[in-house]
């Protein structure tokens, strides 16, 4: 089971068949409008600005269990985005992405990409210090912070998990090979 098989809820509360995305390549990420790594937004909308006419989605997840950094509803999250980073892809409702209200979107994630590609020693430095931060990373598998981010096949099977620190612009190798 992929994450394709699955509905989600948009910001509006409507129902979103994830089936509706078969056949294309898709990011998804949790994200935080106060996050030191909010900035990310950039490099994920030049990613999604390039490749979405060849299939490729953007799955925006707002998750406020790490440091309530992603405070507001979902449409002030989707005005600070469009706002401040001209992001044309959508916002779904707000989710959590670890523990007994996890979404079922992050759970088969976590459980087809259990560990996280860090790179680079400083990296990994900050990666650690952050899980110590972390309240809601638990166990293995758990998602450490906001923007960690996992790269969707085709069929809705995630290929790919980066870290937090991982630079979406250094994802666009394994994006193209999937397209």
Known sequence: ???????VKTR??????????????SLVVNTATGC?????YE???????KYHS????????PCDQFGHQAPGSDDEIHEFCTAKYKTKFDQFAKIEVNGENASPVFAILKE???KEEVKGMKNKVAMKAIT???????KEGDIVWNFTKFLVN?????VKRYDSTFNPSEIESDLVELL
């Open 54 to 61: 060849k299939g490729f989605e953007v799955l925006d997840f």
């Open 43 to 49: 490099a994920i909308e030049k990613l999604y600005e």
């Open 132 to 138: 110590k931060m972390s309240a809601t990373c638990k």
């Open 36 to 40: 030191g790594f909010t900035p990310q």
């Open 1 to 7: 089971m992929g994450i394709y098989d699955l509905k």
């Open 12 to 25: 509006a509360g409507d129902d979103f068949d994830l089936g509706a995305l078969k056949g294309k390549v």
């Open 112 to 114: 087809q990409q259990p």
């Open 154 to 158: 085709k069929e809705g099977n995630a």
